[in-house]
């Protein structure tokens, strides 16, 4: 996950700043020379442009911005990030700042996710953010960019890092907005940027194997969705997390009578649930049954899945009774389980 660490390079653009002002100590300078300009780096956000992003150059390219700009961005996606010349070597990393992010173009709706560019790029939008991540995945940028143009469906010969609002390339434009809807509307517990990097696997695969994998194509979402459960091991799609719970069925009778003295065998229970097939092994058994006092006892079955749901208990109920042999006494006993009287001669 891409995270901020601030760095003391990151004071270099106040201290630029202070000196221009004439911060920091006495002095004058010759009235017929120029005044010395701290370098700095400028550029844009744009899905539409992006207002509130905090951007940061990644300069040792670990993932982590080392120069940030000295303000958000404006209303019309504007950045500058002091103390760096070029971002020949760095990565610009936009994240949306404490009050927030807007895209322009939606107002009112937030804009959430970490936006990156390349080394080299200055306009810094969802489509370089694929550029990015395709490039972390071991292609060169000149082949990332063309991964990127074949997959948004983009001419061969366009020109990625430019302000396409105003330009007014609409291919462009739409392609942008489709990365970003692509990537926000997967259900995931995982970040933008993983859901990025899992695109940008999907991207390459298909292109190794030779198979044509298009924004467009209804398949793609869940093929990034499926690629970030294989890195993070577990499934994060909530449409497809596993809810129903597994069913317990008692073998044998749900009311058992034993008498007194005599043998109990549990006869157990089958259980089945629709994601683990044959859960029998895992019924937890509870509770004893004891033979010798008379009493109601009675015997529990619980599992649950490998997702966590847990069946409804199944309760077996034993009756201890008293034995229907009594030779001091037939007081309580069914006459008709009693030998027939011989009368004495």
Do not use: W
Not at 5 to 32: E, N, P
Not at 41 to 55: A, L, N
Not at 204 to 220: H, V
Not at 319 to 325: F, G, K, R, T
């Amino acid at each position: 996950m891409l995270t901020h660490k601030i760095k003391r390079l990151a004071l270099l653009g106040f201290i630029s700043l202070l000196t221009a002002c004439g911060g920091g100590g006495g002095g004058s300078s010759d009235s017929g020379s120029s005044p010395e300009t701290s370098s700095s780096f400028s550029g844009q956000v744009i899905d539409g442009y992006i207002k509130g992003m905090m951007c940061s150059a990644d300069i040792d390219n670990d993932g982590v911005g080392d120069i940030f700009a000295t303000s958000y961005t404006d209303s019309q996606g504007n950045y500058t990030i002091p103390g760096l010349s070029d971002n020949s070597q760095a990565t610009i990393i936009c994240e949306p700042g404490n009050d927030g992010a807007e895209d322009i173009d939606r107002p009112g709706v937030p804009f959430i996710g970490t936006l990156t560019a390349p080394p080299g790029y200055s306009k810094v939008t969802p489509i370089s953010t694929l550029v990015t991540q395709l490039i972390a995945n071991g292609k060169s940028l000149a082949e990332a960019e063309v991964l990127t143009r074949s997959f948004l469906g983009l001419e061969t010969t366009l020109e990625l890092d430019v302000d396409f609002i105003a330009n007014g390339d609409n291919a462009a434009n739409t392609a942008a907005q489709a990365v970003h809807n692509l990537i926000s509307n997967i259900d995931s517990t995982e970040s933008y940027s993983d859901l990025v990097d899992a695109l940008a696997q999907v991207v390459i695969e298909k292109n190794e194997a030779q198979e044509e994998l298009n924004i467009s194509d209804e398949t793609t979402s869940e093929l990034v969705d499926q690629k970030t459960n294989e890195s993070s091991g577990s499934g994060t799609n909530t449409d497809s997390l596993d809810t129903q719970a597994p069913v317990i069925t008692l073998s044998g009778l749900s009311v058992v009578e034993v008498m007194q003295g005599g043998n109990y065998i549990d006869a157990g229970a089958t259980a089945s649930d629709n994601a683990d097939s044959d859960l029998t092994d895992k019924i937890v058994i509870g509770g004893e049954v004891d033979t010798n006092t008379i009493g109601t006892y009675a015997i529990t079955y619980n599992v649950s899945d490998s997702a966590g749901n847990m069946a409804a208990q199944i309760v077996r109920t034993i009756h201890v009774i008293a034995s229907n042999i009594d030779t001091g006494s037939n007081s309580g006993l069914n006459a008709s389980l009693l030998p027939p009287q011989v009368p004495s001669l």
